[in-house]
């Protein structure tokens, strides 16, 4: 059996709720269901589609790389938009976490061979909404988004492995940076 999985970064409180409170506000104003089946992330590895012994071999080799990794801070400020379809928190600044994202894509071609490279450049961001979202509503939400501000920072200090069940998103593992504790979501 085939199953999906998704390494994120989830962003700690009060991110985590300000970001989840927007994704809702959007599917209020829309119908936008597609961004609220997942909690606030930063995705490291896109969904991928492996055998369910995949996810043995991910975790001891995701938990490898953590422990060879500090922690590092993420700022985020603004919204953005991919086209018409997908609206965003903007990730500024994103060096440390493209540099981060660098050195887990390494580890993947080295560890983790079934993890591909992407055929894009890696732009780290918050989803808010995608694909889903009405085409008629896209003007109005424009506007909406371009006349507010929104700005925080928080330390990176895990990740997580997700794996899809069929219905919805699973997390399965997280993995600290530096081999410390898991810090707790809120």
Not at 22 to 49: D, F, Y
Not at 96 to 113: D, N, S
Not at 157 to 179: I, N, Y
Request: overall charge negative; aromatic content about 12%; some cysteine.
């Amino acid at each position: 059996m085939r199953t999906l999985y998704l390494v994120a970064l989830l962003p700690p409180e009060p991110v985590f709720s300000h970001v989840w409170d927007l994704k809702q506000e959007v599917h209020r104003l829309t119908g936008s269901r597609n961004a609220v089946r997942l909690p606030p992330h930063i995705t490291l590895l896109p969904p991928l589609s492996e055998a369910d012994e995949f996810e043995g071999l991910c975790t001891a080799a995701l938990a490898d790389f953590a422990a060879t990794e500090a922690t590092f801070e993420v700022v985020v400020d603004g919204f953005a938009w991919f086209g018409s379809r997908t609206l965003f928190v903007h990730v500024q600044e994103a060096a440390a976490l493209r540099a981060f994202h660098a050195r887990l894509m390494a580890w993947c071609a080295a560890y983790l061979p079934q993890v591909q490279p992407e055929g894009r450049p890696y732009t780290p961001h918050l989803t808010l909404a995608t694909r889903d979202l009405p085409p008629a509503q896209v003007p109005e939400l424009r506007q909406l988004f371009a006349e507010r501000a929104y700005a925080a920072s928080f330390a990176v200090q895990s990740f997580t492995l997700f794996r899809h069940d069929g219905r919805q998103w699973q997390a399965r593992a997280t993995f600290a940076l530096g081999g410390g504790a898991v810090p707790q979501q809120g």
